[in-house]
Structure formats: C-alpha cells, structure tokens
C-alpha cells in the first residue's frame, strides 16, 4: 500500500507540472489525466536495458574475435561501437541490444568485405560551366551583335555604346563559375574600387552620401526628419556584427556596458518588418550584446593582482574564439564562396551559440562587480559553482565550458600553495593566500604554534575559497613541517627523497567525460586536489615523524615524562616520596628548599636511562600564610601542590608535548604525591608501646577499622590511576602516535590522551568537588594517626610520670607533655633509621620516651590533647562516612551523565571505595 500511494503522490505531482492543473483549479481534467497516467504505468511492466550488460557483452565478444585471431573484425566492431557510442541518444542501449540478439555466429558468418557494401558512393564531380567553354563551343557567341540592346522604339540609332559597355561588364562577370550568386546588386564589385581617396572631396563626399544612416528621406527634394530610414537586411546584419565587435553603430547604443537600440525617435526600421516585430527582434539581439560587452569593458580594466590577471586573460582568449566567429560571418558576406541568404535570424541563432557560454560568464563578472568587497579569489568560487550547476543540469557544454575556465586560473592560486608546501616559504606580500607568518622572532620550540597562522575573515571562515576548506588545514601542516626540517638540517634529504611527479589538475585529466560522466564534480575536484596534495603532504610529514621518532628521541621522551610524573617504576619513585615525606614528618624545614628538592629529584629519577638528570628541575610554589609553619604543612596534603617537577624537553619534543600538557603532567603527578603521602603515613608501624599494650578494645577495633578503610581508600585510587586509566591509556596513545600520518595528528593525540587522562583521573573541572572530598579523606589519614600519637604520648607520659612519682610534684600532663616535645628523641633525629631492637625500660631513664612522635607536632597537641580519644575517633568515623558517600555517589552521578565507557569505570570504582573491609558499607556493623 505505501508503494501504491508513493505512485500516486508521485504521479499528482507529475500531471501538476505538466498539465498546469490542479483539484482547485479544474478537477475533472486534473483527475482524469491521474487515472490514465496510473493505469499507464500500472500496467507498464518492461524494464529498460541495462546498459552496462551491453557494453560488457560487446567487450567480451571483441575480447571473443581477438583471441580466435580475428583481429581486424575485433578492430571493425570497436570502431563501429565507439561510433554509435560518440552519437548517443536515449534507445542507443535498445538498439545494441537488438543487434546483440539479431546477431547468429558472427566469427563464421561475418565478412568484412560486406562493409564496403554500406559506403555511399560518390557522384561524379564535372568542371564548372565557364563562359569561355560556350564561346569556343558554339561561334555564333562570339558575334558582338548578340549582346547588342535591342531597341524596339521607332527610332534607332547605330551610335549608342551600350555593346563596349555591356562587354566590359560581362567580361568581368562572366569570368567566374556561374554557380556563384549576387548579394543585392554588388556581384562584380571589387576591393580596389572601395578604397576612397581622401583628397578627393567629390569622392569622399559621395561615400559619405552612400551610408544609410546619414540619408534622410525626401519627397521632391523635401527632407523628412521624422520619417522611419529604411534599412536593407544586409545593413542590419552588418551593424549587428559590428556591435557583437564592440565597434559603435547606428542601431545600437552602447552606455557603460549595456546595449540598448535607438528608438528614441525611431529612426530606423527593415523594410519587410513592422515596427514592433523590428523592436522586438533587435531587442533581443541587444541583450546579447549587453554580456559580450560588459565582457569587453571589464577586460579594458587594469588589474594588478595575478589572479585577476589570469582571469582577464582567459577571457580575453575566448572573446577572440567568438571575433574568429564573427569573422567567419562577415567573410560570407563580403567574399562569399557559394550562395548566401541574408537572414538577420540565421545571423543570431549563429551567433547565439557561442554566446550562451559568454552569457553565463558575464553574469559572473557582473556578480563580482556588485559585491562591493569581493576577495580576488570570489570568482574561483563562482566558478566553482557554476561547473557543479550546470553539471547537475546536464548541460555539457556549459560544464565543460566552466570547467576548463575554472582549472585554468586555478593554476595560478595553486602557485603559493606548491611554494608553501615544497619549499616553506610565503611572499611578504601576498594577502590572498591563506597562511600568513608573524613579523617578530620567534623561538624555534614555538615555531610550529605561533610562527604561521591561518588567516580568518572577520566571521571566523577561512581566508580561502570554500571548495579548499576541508584540506586547508593539510596544506597548512605542510608547509610547517618543510620549516621545521630546515630547523633540522634535513630540508635536503628531503628534496632528493620527493618525486618530481605531480597530478595533472586540469579538467580534461579530472573530469573525463568518457569514464567519469556520473560522478559529481565536486567529488571528482575533491579527490583530484586531496591527490595532488598527497603527494607533497607524505613526504614532508613522513620524513619529519621519522625524524622526530628516531633522531630527537620522542620515545625516550615520553618514557621520561611516565617514569617521573606518574611514576611508572614505584620502587624509584618512593625513594623520592619517603624521602620526602619523611623530612615533613620530623619538621624538617628543607622540606619544602628548592635546592634540597632537586637534588633529591635527580639523584632518584636520575637512576633511569632514559632520563637526563641535567634537565631536571623542582619548582617550590609560595606557600599560603597559613601554612607557613611546618607544623601545620604537614596536617595536609594540598600543601604539597606547592612542590613541582620541571623536565625539559628538547625543543623539536616540546611540538608534540607542548607546555600545556606539560602541565596537566604535573598535575597528575601532584595527585599521586598526596596520596602516597597518606598511604606513606597509614604503612607506618604505630608505637611499639601502643603495640606491646594493645588490648582488644572498642577504641582499638575503632582505629583499626578506621585505619584499613583509609588504606583501602588510598590503595583502590592508586590501582584505579596507575593499572585502569594510565596504563591503558598511554598504551593507546603510543599506538597512536605510531598510525599518526603528520605532526598536527601526533599533537592531537598526545593532547587527547593527556585530557583523557586528566579527566578521568577526577582532575577535571566538572568533578572538582569530588576531588576536593578525596583530598579531606586523606587528610584524616593524617589525623587519624595523629590522634593514636597523641594518645600514645598521653598515655606514656602518665605511665612515666606515675612511675617517677612525678604526680606528687604537681606537674600538668599538658606541660609535661610540650617538654617532651622540646626533645626529640634519636627517630627524630634520623627518620630514616630502623628501631632499635632493644629498648630500656631502666627507671633512671626517666626524660626518654621511645614512642615515635615525630609525626605530631606541640601545636597540634595542644589544641585537640583536651579531646578525648574516643571522640576523636567517633568524630574522624563520621567524617570519613560523610566525605565517602559523598564521593561514591558524585561518581554514580557523574557517570550516568557521561560516556558509556567511563560510566563504568567510575561505577567500578564507587564500588570498589565501599566494600573494602569485609562486612561492606558504612554501617555501624561494619565498622566493629
């Protein structure tokens, strides 16, 4: 039913626009024209011959002739067929077909003689009939008195001297073949007897009296001023050849540009025409005109810039193609060869054929002109547009016409594009290509970003004809990289490595007619120019991704950038992290010296092969006024953003790893460096007198629960951004970078594996509240090991000091406590120093303290000592479960508004920070 209704949609539309009648107009007729139309094609069941059946079926049997050595009938067969093929029409398939099937044995029945059967044959050519033939046939001829004149009057006079007279006159006439015709009355006039002399004013005054449009009618010797001047049909055509010449005339008017005919007075008029068929035809002739000399005028202009140039030039060889036409016209009037009618019609339907092309062109230069700030390149698009128009409506000429108009001056654009793309360099001043270069010094690391630009129009298009859009940016690329590798000393192998060879654009190579007739023409334009630029494009992008892998060390480069930003080799990186760490721990104030720093950098991640220990370099950002103290430093994690790593990249390196993903590099790096901090912090072996006197407790099962969970926090992060999103996304990209054809792909790889990791690293902006939460988890790390020193310190300064009898003494724990601060015990001093094996427990000893408190600080003890330890722990658990389900449910959040494939990583990994400890959750179950 839906195909039968889409016939009948289909068949309405079709009887609207050819019976010009509709339901509201006239719905008898318009239905009745439907239901013959639909009966008709119901009921139509032939299918038209394929005609790709045919050709294949023709090839096969010359293929068939060929190889039982019958090459001259395979050689008839072909040129036969390119025959029909050259004359085409809409039923050449049929009649192929019908023949095809006619044809019985055509090897052993056909004989080649049997053609010539089929040639006209061709008449006898006898000799002219010639006036000297007659007279030697027949003598009577010769007789002057046969061409003497007659009188028939009553009078005769034997004087007259008609006969010497009339002999001259037929001794002139009678010379030439007595096929030829007179136009008008001139037959024997010839070109000596045209040639006036100016210094006879008799003669010049009576060829001046000849011209038509300089007579005024008379009547007995009375002028007429407003009588219509006849004019002969053979004056008419002359004055319209000599307008199409861009010559003045009398009938025609030309004003800047535009042609109009005289009829302001009405002056003129043919003698077999009225006045309205004389307007309307020369009318017509005059808008012929008005193209061909607007064409005319523009080419008198001065253009400077080349691309107009070769415009006015191409141009200006296709009006001499239409002056050799006119030319042609007016030597069949003048010196004609065989009969000639004069036909003022014949004439135009001559002339407008070669004008219809002309026409179009002219609407193109008029189109320009009114666009009052057209690029020099605005025709190439007209152009452009024009070839795919008439293409598109089948119109063959028109399209050829353009086509070849179009390659023509797109030569000449093609120039600084085959200069950028071979040799690197640009014209200081061309403004009409697309690529420009900045007139300030620029570093060779900035080259490839800053040097060259694309130059824009003021609503953000390319600077470029549009049908070059969607290759600019490969031309660009180019052209970069030609630049680049003379940075490198490597222009010259490059030279010696490209081909000379460059596809032909032009449109006989492009557009072939023959074997690309079906295909549209900007696919064809679009493939010929993506060829021709392939062949630049490989050799210099080829030649500096080689060079960039093999001789600047890219992938030693990118080792490095793994190793030391993301920590690749956790073995290597936790020399610098403990070493780190544990000089915040002791409230060592070189923590945070840039010196300090970057010799501990260098001497860790200098152990790698692959990193140049010179290029490294530690940057120590201001601290905030709050965090000024040590002390205070070492409560938080986000004071260590303040420590960052420089590694320096060669500057060919630094094209691809450009400083923006540098930083991102950092930033990464920073995240893993605060959560080693917490992981370095909860690994850490509590007091060995915590250890020798703990009991199974509530306060114990609390810190130990809470102290796994946070492990497991930190731990679940770790393996989530080393094995689950750097890993596989750096192998992705280093697959990448080997498939990237050029080196703006390379940085777009690199650039969209750097943002990809960042992203899903919980490092973007959208998900910068769930980072904050997992930097307040790690914070109670600290915390929650703060508070068991403190606790540790409380307990053993009451220990001691019950011991020592210190009680009766009257001493506050609190000051106690701050003087065992002020000492710092032998851990202290050497964090990096294994314990002892032995410990003393003499009671002489009684200022020492053996628990490690190096990693709470005086002012932390004596803001939160007060607290007790139960409540520290309650309220570090309450944290925790409020920061954490804020996390997991941000992430589910987040995922359901994502991708498909990170949704699962972030549901993945909300899962994995909840069920850590056996018992899952948050509850309070979970937590005994």
Known sequence: MAHIAKIGALTEELVALLTSTSPETNPARFYLHRETTLRAVRHTNHARTDQFDIRNRLDGLEEKFRVYNEDPLADALRERVQEVRKIGGKWTPEVLHLILELSKKPLSKTRLSDLELLKEPEGESTPALMWEDLVGEDPLLRDKNVWRNVDFGDESSGEEEGFEDGKSEISVGLTDSTGRSSVEEDVGRRADKLVVDTADDDMLEEVLAAQFWRKIPSVNGMKLETVKRPVTELQAVREVLSMFNGFPTSLFRIEEGKVTIVTASKEYALKHLSTEAYQTLMGNIAEMGSAIITLRFWLKRNQTVPLLQVLQNAIAERIKRLDEVLANIQRNFVAPTDDVIVSLLRVKMEISTCLRPLNRLSSIIERLEAEPYAHPFRYLELLYDETCTSQMAGDDEIYAFMGDLFFECFAVYLRPIRTWMEEGELEKSDTIFFVSETAAEVEPALVWQTRFRIRRTFDDSLHAPRFLCAAANKVFTTGKSVVVLKYLNQFDSLQSSRSNKEPRLDFDTVCNHSELQLAPFSE???????????????????????????????????????????????????IFTNSLFDKLDTLDESWNDHFTVTELAQSSFGAFTFVNPDRLRTTVLSIPRKYQEVSTCRRSVKTLAAIQINYHLSWPIQIILTPDTVASYRRVFTFLLQLQRTSHILSRDPPRSFLLRSTLTSENALYFSLRARLLWFTSTLQHYLTSLIIGPNTQRMLAQLEEATDVDSMIDV???????????????????????SILRILNLGIKLEDALAANTAREREEEVRRESGLASLGLSSGRQLSSAFSRPNKREQNPLAHEREEESSSDDEVGEITVDLSMLSSSYAGEELDEHYLDRLKRLKMDLETQLRFVTRGLRGVARAGEAAQARRWDVLAEMLEGGVPGGGMGERGWA
Do not use: P
């Open 524 to 574: 064809l334009f679009d493939v010929a120019f993506d060829n021709w630029i392939q062949s630049k494009h490989q050799y210099a992008s080829s030649k500096l991704r080689r060079t960039l892998f093999d001789g600047c060390g890219l992938h030693t480069s990118l080792e490095a950038l793994q190793n030391i930003y993301f920590m690749k080799d956790g073995a290597t990186a936790s």
């Open 750 to 772: 690199h650039a969209s594996y750097i943002k990809s990791v960042i992203s899903q690293s919980l490092l973007g902006s959208k998900l910068e509240l769930i980072h904050k």
